[in-house]
């Protein structure tokens, strides 16, 4: 079946290092992702998301790579602060980011933990 | 904006207990989701709705489980008879008809003894 899921299950970085959390998808129909970013004891948080018509796409302090060659989703995180120490997932929606409404599948997630 | 409300943030329970969860979307949201998450299975979805409509609920796991939305502002998930594997938390996500993103509510922690 269809699966998205995550290379590393736990990253650790120091303060102000950049961060690169990845994660592989295996539907070719996806055509949008999102990032997540759930704190302990939290709902999930918004963090980017990025079309498949793009392959780049950068928000504040936050940049998210798309290669559909591989099916491949990254999340870089410039200057990591300890606030940014979190569980991450992507997500991708399988069935188009043009306004409908369709379910998103869910990666295992990664955690972040900055070291001060 | 409150966004999305869950309650209880809490429960713990007896095996064979009935358990409603509730949420309330954010106001405008045409489309409301249930997820389950654990640490073994991560984030799942369970069901969801779009106008009030249950629209595809294959993530239920059994008939232990049903889930209603009887108005555009609140939904309940409820699960009868509990079991002990049914403890996990429990989020309600909504987003509008115009958008893809999901915003979370703070979750229910379901604890079945």
């Known amino acids: 079946g269809e699966s998205v899921g995550l290379h590393l299950p736990t990253l650790s970085v120091q303060e102000g290092d950049n961060s690169i959390i990845n994660c592989a998808y295996s539907?070719?129909?996806?055509?949008?992702f999102i990032w997540y970013k759930q704190e302990s004891g939290k709902g999930p948080q918004f963090i980017i998301d990025?079309?498949?018509?793009?392959d780049k796409r950068q928000g504040q302090r936050v940049t998210v790579l798309l290669n559909k060659t591989v099916k491949h989703l990254s999340l870089q995180i410039a200057a990591t602060q300890p606030g940014d120490s979190a569980v991450y997932f992507c997500?991708?929606?399988?069935?188009?980011?043009?306004?409908?409404?369709?379910?998103?599948?869910f990666g295992k997630g990664t955690l972040l933990t900055v070291n001060p | 904006d409150a966004g999305v409300i869950q309650s209880p943030r809490h429960e713990v329970t007896e095996m064979g207990q009935e358990v409603t969860l509730r949420c309330k979307p954010i106001s405008g949201h045409n489309s409301l989701f249930w997820y389950r998450q654990t640490m073994m299975r991560g984030l799942e979805l369970l069901i969801y709705?779009?106008?009030?409509?249950?629209?595809?609920d294959s993530g239920m796991p059994e008939d232990r489980f049903s889930a209603k939305m009887p108005n555009a502002s609140f939904s309940t998930l409820k699960i009868q008879p509990s079991e002990p594997r049914d403890s996990a938390v429990y989020f309600c996500?909504?987003?509008?008809?115009?958008?893809?993103?999901?915003?979370f509510g703070p979750g229910t922690r379901l604890t079945v003894l």
């Open positions: 990025i079309r498949s018509n793009m």
């Open positions: 709705f779009n106008n009030n409509v249950p629209i595809d």
């Open positions: 997500a991708e929606n399988g069935r188009g980011g043009g306004g409908s409404n369709y379910k998103l599948t």
């Open positions: 539907n070719s129909a996806s055509d949008y």
């Open positions: 996500a909504s987003n509008p008809l115009s958008g893809n993103e999901q915003f």
